[in-house]
């Protein structure tokens, strides 16, 4: 069993930055798909970031792309989601998750993930 814990979560102003934490336990990351999605009131969850096992490939939605970074700390079992230029339309609850898959890819579709942390609340004022 994997337990996913994510931090980093918090307000902030349009413009800043905030680094989100995901804390893996029950297995090392370099075994996982890791993803990172985003869900708003009444809205789906959606993929913003992911990465392959190794690390190798990474894939991010058109609304993040060249905002958020995905990145992995192999030694603290951990993965990251930078977020710079952070705009309103950001504001969410972020999950982390986790897919066991054996290949190297990356994980695009939420059902196919087979662990998922709590979340933590990202508001972005204006």
């Known amino acids: 069993q994997v337990q996913l814990v994510e931090s980093g979560g918090g307000l902030v102003q349009a413009g800043g930055s905030l680094r989100l934490s995901c804390a893996a336990s029950?297995?090392?990351?370099?075994?996982?798909?890791m993803g990172w999605f985003r869900q708003a009131p009444e809205t789906e969850r959606e993929l913003i970031a992911a990465m392959s096992r190794s690390g190798g490939l990474t894939r991010y939605a058109d609304s993040v792309k060249g905002r958020f970074t995905i990145s992995r700390d192999n030694a603290k079992n951990t993965v990251y989601l930078q977020m710079n230029s952070l705009k309103p339309e950001d504001t969410a609850v972020y999950y982390c998750a986790a897919d066991r898959t054996p290949y190297e890819t990356v994980t695009m579709t939420s059902s196919r993930y087979d662990y998922w942390g709590q979340g933590t609340q990202v508001t972005v004022s204006s």
């Open positions: 029950g297995r090392t990351i370099g075994d996982l798909a």
